[in-house]
């Protein structure tokens, strides 16, 4: 079973900057993905981006496009959440996710907070 830990969140002023790490322990299959979901209070969960463990192959949500940039060093088994030009809408609990390709995300991070303000 992988386990997953983020770190990195924090306050941050509209048009900053910030960087989410994930770092995974445990047997990591090749077919692996990992992932960035958010969700803010009274809102449902959102994707944000992933990518796979052994291909540079990234999706990002809509609303984060161009924005932010996910990105993996498999040698530390962590992967990171580059953050730019972050808006007050980006304020969320961040949660890293990993699952073996095709089948759902089945391990979770505690979720780390980010906030921006305005």
């Known amino acids: 079973q992988v386990q997953l830990v983020e770190s990195g969140g924090g306050l941050v002023q509209a048009g900053g900057s910030l960087r989410l790490s994930c770092a995974a322990s445990g047997r990591i299959a090749s077919n692996y993905r990992m992932a960035w979901f958010r969700q803010a209070p009274g809102k449902e969960r959102e994707f944000v981006a992933a990518?796979?463990?052994?291909?540079?192959?990234?999706m990002y949500g809509a609303s984060v496009k161009g924005r932010f940039t996910i990105s993996r060093d498999s040698a530390k088994s962590t992967v990171f959440l580059q953050m730019n030009s972050l808006k007050p809408e980006d304020t969320a609990v961040y949660y890293c996710a990993g699952g073996v390709i095709p089948r759902e995300y089945d391990a979770w991070g505690q979720g780390t907070q980010v906030t921006v303000s305005s």
């Open positions: 990518i796979r463990w052994t291909q540079d192959i990234t």
